[in-house]
């Protein structure tokens, strides 16, 4: 796949991304905003955390994304009694009397990484790891990951007993945390319909492997103007209480704010989002469209802002004013 320019290979991908968001919305009614998010993902070499009650078709959405994309698809049930090679593989003595490394379904493209909160923090750093790194380490070998290479894990926010929910540090390696609301009451109509008629929806593969990485290459190339760079920087600097550059809703609410990761997220989804709007460069509403989801996860609310209701998102929302 050649483009004469990176403007070409642009108006390619606008067009690539239409027909995967209409070979998704075959299988899945509803939930744009998450789809969308969840390809800005794939795109920008990000990895996206879930979080919804159940039922809301997490699952379906991950595996019918990786079909459009025609990528491999594992999905790992985390539980209490998970172990790390569980998820990475373990080594077996074979029948010549030989060590030999059986991967784990972290060898797959996209990763489904259910109820990551209901494992322990050593199986979650192995994950967390393999995101990181894109490669394994097992008895002494670092075994590397095919890419494109894509986590999505979902997070219940009901039931809290028995979990572990993650650090502030492994939270920060997800670029985007997306919470999935319940659908409209025309869509949940449409997802009866369409799941109790016995018909069954093909996905059709949209993009290669191939294709992907070359599009990912294609979004690292597009320009940044100062001003977009300097407002993304100012954006993160605000949510730091107690520093020169704070909000006052930062100093009012906030323990502690976003490290230089969010700042480097905000303008990577901003150019991805510029990208699949047919824009050849990322300005300020681009920053502001994925502000939410890059920096709701990476601020630590204090006591204040719990007992008077004030949300992640809601404190987001009154610095990007």
């Not at 493209?109 to 209901?118: G, K, M, P, Y």
Request: proline share 5%; with cysteine; charged share 25%.
């Amino acid at each position: 796949m050649q483009y004469k320019s990176d403007v070409e290979a642009v108006d390619a991908l606008v067009e690539k991304y239409k027909i995967l968001k209409n070979e998704v919305a075959k299988v899945i009614v509803g939930q744009d905003e998450i789809v969308k998010k969840l390809i800005l993902c794939i795109f920008s070499k990000g990895h996206c955390l879930l979080i919804g009650v159940p039922g809301l078709a997490k699952t379906l959405m991950i595996n019918t994304l990786a079909k459009a994309l025609g990528l491999s698809y594992s999905r790992i049930q985390f539980t209490p009694d998970l172990m790390p090679s569980d998820i990475i593989g373990t080594e077996i003595l074979d029948e010549t009397r030989k060590f030999r490394f059986i991967k784990g379904p972290v060898f797959a493209n996209i990763i489904l990484a259910d109820e990551i909160n209901r494992t322990p923090p050593k199986t979650q750093s192995a994950l967390l790891e393999a995101m990181q790194e894109k490669a394994v380490t097992a008895a002494g070998t670092t075994y590397k990951l095919e890419e494109p290479f894509f986590v999505l894990a979902t997070q219940n926010p009901i039931e809290q007993e028995g979990t572990y929910p993650l650090p502030e540090a492994q939270l920060d390696r997800f670029m985007f945390n997306v919470w999935l609301d319940y659908p409209s009451i025309q869509e949940e109509i449409n997802i009866v319909k369409s799941t109790t008629s016995g018909q069954e929806n093909g996905v059709n593969v949209v993009l290669s492997k191939e294709e992907i990485l070359a599009y990912q290459q294609v979004l690292n190339r597009i320009p940044v103007t100062d001003n977009v760079l300097q407002y993304a920087v100012n954006l993160a600097t605000k949510t730091r209480p107690n520093t020169t550059k704070a909000h006052p809703f930062a100093n009012d609410f906030l323990s502690w704010g976003a490290g230089p990761r969010a700042s480097q997220y905000l303008i990577i989804g901003a150019k991805a989002h510029a990208a699949i709007n047919g824009k050849y460069s990322p300005d300020i509403e681009d920053v502001q469209a994925v502000a939410v989801s890059v920096l709701r996860h990476r601020i630590v609310r204090n006591y204040k802002a719990e007992a008077e209701g004030m949300d992640a998102e809601k404190i987001v929302s009154e610095f990007l004013k």
